[in-house]
C-alpha cells in the first residue's frame, strides 16, 4: 500500500467519524411510537432511547387495572425500543451511503451503540 492509499483511507475512516457522530447528535430527532393492548397503552421514544411521551386509555387507571397496566407500559416500550432500533440502522445508513462501504456480515449499527 502506497502512502496516498493510506492518506485516502485515513481521511475516509475520519469523514465516516464525523458522519457518525452527526448522526448520534441528531439521534434525538428520531422517534419511534410502540403501541400495545389494541393502542390502549402508546409509548413515544427517541433515538437516544428516551421516553418523550405516554399515552394511557383512562379507563386503565383503577387500582384494578394496575398490574394490566404495568404489563401494556413494559409491551409498548419494548415495542419502541425494537422500532427505533430500525429506525436507527435505516437511518444511518441513508446518512453515510457512499462514504461507507458495503460490507457483507458487517453491522454498521454496532458503531453507534
Do not use: Y
Not at 28 to 34: F, N, Q, S, Y
Not at 81 to 90: V, Y
Amino acid at each position: 500500500m502506497n502512502m496516498m492509499d493510506m492518506f485516502g483511507m485515513l481521511g475516509k475512516a475520519k469523514e465516516i467519524q464525523t458522519k457518525i457522530q452527526e448522526f448520534k447528535d441528531n439521534a434525538v430527532k428520531l422517534t419511534a411510537l410502540g403501541e400495545a393492548g389494541g393502542g390502549m397503552v402508546k409509548v413515544t421514544m427517541n433515538g437516544k432511547k428516551h421516553l418523550v411521551k405516554i399515552d394511557i386509555e383512562p379507563s386503565l387507571l383503577k387500582p384494578e387495572e394496575a398490574t394490566i397496566l404495568q404489563d401494556l407500559i413494559v409491551a409498548a416500550t419494548n415495542k419502541a425500543a425494537m422500532e427505533i432500533d430500525t429506525i436507527m440502522k435505516e437511518e444511518l445508513k441513508k446518512q453515510t451511503e457512499g462514504v461507507l462501504p458495503n460490507i457483507p456480515g458487517f453491522d454498521l449499527a454496532s458503531l453507534i451503540s
